[in-house]
């Protein structure tokens, strides 16, 4: 499945409130990337200076319906 920019920034823009700053959209593709690659302890900088986890990121921005349907 190819992800969706379009999807991803309305999900991060309409689905938060507040809404998230679309800064965090490459953010947030990293994230989809190394979760679906099993890395969920990896740190990822953010655009505000915090360094997070992947699995903080997906839950933080609840990610979870952009990542592979694992079988």
Same mark, same amino acid.
């Given at each position: =499945? %190819?992800?969706?920019?379009?999807?991803? %920034? !309305?999900?991060?823009? +309409?689905? !938060? +409130? &507040? &809404? $998230?700053?679309? *800064?965090? $959209? &490459? $953010?947030?593709? *990293?994230? @989809?990337?190394?979760?679906?690659?099993? *890395?969920?302890?990896?740190?990822?900088? =953010? &655009?505000?200076?915090?360094?997070?986890? #992947? @699995?903080?990121? #997906? %839950?933080?921005?609840?990610?979870?319906?952009? =990542? *592979?349907? #694992?079988?």
């Amino acid at each position: =499945m %190819e992800l969706s920019q379009l999807g991803l %920034e !309305h999900h991060l823009q +309409y689905n !938060h +409130y &507040p &809404p $998230v700053s679309l *800064e965090f $959209v &490459p $953010v947030a593709k *990293e994230a @989809i990337d190394k979760a679906n690659d099993g *890395e969920w302890d990896t740190t990822i900088d =953010m &655009p505000n200076g915090k360094s997070l986890s #992947v @699995i903080q990121i #997906v %839950e933080g921005l609840h990610l979870y319906f952009f =990542m *592979e349907e #694992v079988q």
